[in-house]
């Protein structure tokens, strides 16, 4: 096994489980009133290694939704089917040094990265209309949830109708920033901008719990195969580049100061949760409603915090990483 002293591991999961417990700080979601009604004690975390040992410890069975979390899955799927090249000629590698949902492009007016909203809406027009342009939308959505399915070993993976219609009732910055783009010709030819937007709308309102969506970190950890099924469900070079954003423009504008501190690709959602992916080794998923001013869960980055002050998961720690084990 990867990691030899599975009790002793997670015995300071749940060391560290309980300290971020009693952190206060930060405020549940208010756009919509779905998130608004979230409990802020609400808190899980879930553990999956590579090899498919699996621990888990407060709310992990109850729903989320996805959110910003699905936008590297989205743009996982994008790379797997067209290829890094495809992909960014429409879309940059770049942080944006900007809020996610700014009004704003990079100097080639094209979305900074496929982490941030406007370039998540991007790579959902790929989705839409450069693989299988002839599907439906009905069809378009099935396979989106397929893929999103594999990832998670075939566990639980749902919508929330309710999240989906507030979403695009409350949508004028996502509108936006999408006239913006085709203002600036950003969109495959023949794109229709309500359909993305819609999309876009239902890959965030995707819902599922901490225990699932560990195993897709820890597909994600494991270069693309789940280690729950063994089906071969990414290349290993989309499960790279995924990661790579990950790494640089996963938290918003705390990307820089994460990538620093903790040194872990990583991607948080407005519903709170936070995908963390520890390439070769496992993946996690945190979830608790309340968030910091930058948009991410006060818990889930505590959590990171406190898990490499223990382990050397550092991505640039210097060597024997993974020795206290
Ligand atoms: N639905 C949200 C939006 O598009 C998702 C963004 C997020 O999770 N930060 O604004």
């Known amino acids: 096994f990867i990691i030899p002293d599975w009790f002793g591991f997670t015995k300071h999961i749940e060391d560290f489980y309980w300290k971020c417990k009693s952190n206060s700080e930060g405020k549940v979601a208010s756009y919509i009133p779905q998130l608004a009604r979230m409990n802020p004690d609400y808190w899980g975390v879930s553990v999956c290694t590579i090899d498919g040992q699996r621990f888990s410890i407060g709310d992990t069975s109850i729903p989320f939704t996805l959110q910003s ?5 989205t743009y996982a799927i994008a790379l797997d089917r067209l290829g890094q090249e495809v992909v960014h000629q429409y879309v940059g590698q770049e942080p944006s040094g900007r809020n996610f949902n700014e009004l704003v492009l990079d100097y080639n007016k094209k979305p900074h990265n496929p982490m941030i909203n406007a370039g998540a809406i991007l790579v959902c027009s790929l989705l839409k209309s450069l693989i299988k342009p002839e599907m439906t939308l009905a069809e378009k959505f099935d396979f989106t949830v397929n893929y999103f399915k594999k990832l998670a070993g075939g566990e639980n993976l749902g919508f ?10 409350a949508a004028d910055r996502n509108y936006a920033l999408g006239f913006y783009m085709r203002e600036h010709n950003c969109y495959p030819d023949k794109s229709n901008l309500k359909e ?15 225990d699932t969506m560990a195993v897709v970190a820890a597909t994600l950890a494991n270069g693309g195969i789940c280690p729950i099924t063994e089906e071969k469900v990414l290349k290993p070079d989309s499960v790279r580049d995924v990661l790579s954003l990950m790494h640089s423009c996963g938290m918003y504008d705390y990307s820089g100061q994460f ?12 519903s709170g949760s ?32 406190e898990l490499v002050s223990e382990f050397n998961f550092h991505s640039t720690y210097y060597d024997h990483r993974y020795d206290n084990l």
């Not at 993305?196 to 901490?210: H, K, P, R, T």
């Not at 990538?259 to 990583?266: D, L, N, Q, R, S």
Request: aromatic letters at 10%; charged letters at 15%; one cysteine or more.
């Open 274 to 305: 936070l995908l963390v992916v520890i390439p070769n080794v496992m993946g996690i998923c945190t979830w608790s409603p309340p968030l910091d001013p930058l948009g991410n869960s006060c818990r889930g980055v505590q959590f990171c915090q």
């Open 160 to 169: 929330n109708n309710a999240i989906f219609l507030s979403e695009r009732e």
């Open 69 to 73: 979390c699905s936008k590297p899955l």
């Open 196 to 210: 993305i937007l819609d999309f876009y709308f239902q890959c965030c309102s995707m819902e599922a719990n901490c």
């Open 259 to 270: 990538a620093f501190k903790v040194g872990i690709p990583a991607k948080s959602g407005v």
